[in-house]
């Protein structure tokens, strides 16, 4: 299940993603957590300090803006940005100007917690032409005069170079990858980003290309292959390509279905594809401009939909 979180203030406050439930709360520090009163109630937090227990009298629109912030930090790390899919990633600095502001909002539950402060790029939000921007730069101290128009940098992706099977290709295919095996932000979202090609000349080997987004750095992320009974090991460049010798023989090689070869990309994790696939559904129930359980749609999601992507 994928989960929303936000760190406040001595406690850690969790929601399902997909469903419309209140938090589960996970008090760390009594003490920090000074603020409790105001979302479970007065007498739930006498009880807390106590150690009595006290039925939660919820003040739910505070935990709305709550869950809005954290589906702002779930964003920022998850929001699933692909070529091949035609997503558009999010303006990151747009993104973060609101997160500051909704914070700042917050400053009686978000101060000096672990999500209380969002670290802003001063030159990047002077080169934004949005109010928000001109906002997040008072936060700083930087006096801006906010311009009449919002407006925003087109941002194209280009799709990398897929591989392409030569004369000694015995299968070719594509894999998905689970989203939190790698560093976000560094690996196009679709399931088929991960492209192979099994070439057998004296012995067999696995060509294996990511689809990169832009600017990212993967050089040293971890590739495992199983092709039938063989595995193999290796790394990416920074190109996102690997080459891994199997221990095959050529005759077996070419035994090989489609459904023998898979390629798993980072760190070894439990992921559900069709946890991946909930994600997409929210992302373009949400690129329809509709708003859900996680509240209003971020100034940088509204900016997609008017740009027509």
Known sequence: MITLALQARGATLEWPL???????????????????????????HVGLLRGEDHAPAWNRPLAARLRHLAFGHWLRAWWPTSVLDGVPPLDRTLLDAELALLTDDLDEIMAFSPDGEIPLDEEA????????????????????????VPTREDYALVAGDRLTPGATAVLSGTSPHAWAAVPAGRIDASEHAVAWVLEVTDHPELSVAVQLLPGAQVAGIAVRATAGAAQAAGVLDAAGTAQLSLPLEPAAAWALTAADVDVRIGVDVAEDGEERASVRTLVAQRRTGTPDHNGPLYQAERELIIEDW
């Open 18 to 44: 997909r469903d419309d439930t209140l938090p589960r709360l996970t008090v760390h520090d009594p003490a920090e957590a000074d603020w409790l009163h105001l979302l479970i109630g007065e007498a739930a």
């Open 125 to 148: 939000l002077r080169t934004l032409r949005h109010p928000l921007a001109a906002r997040a730069l008072e936060l700083l101290g930087v006096a801006v005069p906010a311009p009449t």
